[in-house]
T-cell receptor, first 111, second 115 residues
Framework: QKEVEQNSGPLSVPEGAIASLNCTYS??????FFWYRQYSGKSPELIMF????GDKEDGRFTAQLNKASQYVSLLIRDSQPSDSATYLC???????????FGPGTSLSVIP | ETGVTQSPTHLIKTRGQQVTLRCSSQ?????VSWYQQALGQGPQFIFQ???????GRGNFPPRFSGLQFPNYSSELNVNALELDDSALYLC??????????????FGPGTRLTVL
């Protein structure tokens, strides 16, 4: 059973701090990794994807991938109250587009 | 706005009934995936359709079935509804299958309640 696990929440950080979200996956054949943000009652929206080892930065967000450790993380710098949401880690096989989601980590940014 | 629409927004059914949920993908997207998201959990992959054929299936029983049409629309059908089928059902379209940078565009979801 291929699994994706995320650090349990809820996670609370003060406004302006760095939020760190972690994810591990079991399938070594996984090729692509995604971070989604989901506000309550809404559908997931893509923040970033990464498929090469190392860091990928986009504005205040940095995704980090370590395939040897089967680990992917998301850092949110200068956290804002509007970042308060559930963050979903997702892992995809390349052969077809089956995406396995983790259970999500709830983030609260306290003003 | 992702350009993916779903209908209806909300639906209430009773146990044993059948339901059809609809999704309209972005134009040109030949791949659609359906997910079930129970409250407090991540989305669970139900199945994927590529060019009108099922292209992969998650751990869901045969009473979950689907169709994809040439006009980029698709359906999820659930027979013999059970209480545990209550969830948010999401469809997601992608431009093509098999690309590692494939972004899935999610629709707003259908909230199904089974009483």
């Amino acid at each position: 059973q291929k699994e994706v696990e995320q650090n349990s929440g809820p996670l609370s950080v003060p406004e302006g701090a760095i939020a760190s979200l972690n994810c591990t996956y079991s399938d070594r054949g996984s090729q692509s990794f995604f971070w989604y943000r989901q506000y309550s009652g809404k559908s997931p929206e893509l923040i970033m994807f990464i498929y090469s080892n190392g860091d990928k930065e986009d504005g205040r967000f940095t995704a980090q991938l370590n395939k040897a450790s089967q680990y992917v993380s998301l850092l949110i710098r200068d956290s804002q109250p509007s970042d308060s949401a559930t963050y979903l880690c997702a892992v995809k096989e390349t052969s077809y587009d089956k995406v396995i989601f983790g259970p999500g980590t709830s983030l609260s940014v306290i003003p | 706005e992702t350009g993916v629409t779903q209908s209806p927004t909300h639906l209430i059914k009773t146990r044993g009934q059948q339901v059809t949920l609809r999704c309209s993908s972005q134009s040109g997207h030949n791949t659609v995936s359906w997910y079930q998201q129970a409250l407090g959990q991540g989305p669970q992959f139900i199945f994927q359709y590529y060019r009108e054929e099922e292209n992969g299936r998650g751990n869901f029983p045969p009473r979950f079935s689907g169709l994809q049409f040439p006009n980029y629309s698709s359906e999820l059908n659930v027979n013999a509804l059970e209480l545990d089928d209550s969830a948010l059902y999401l469809c997601a379209s992608t431009l093509d299958r098999g690309r590692r940078d494939n972004e899935q565009f999610f629709g707003p979801g259908t909230r199904l309640t089974v009483l």
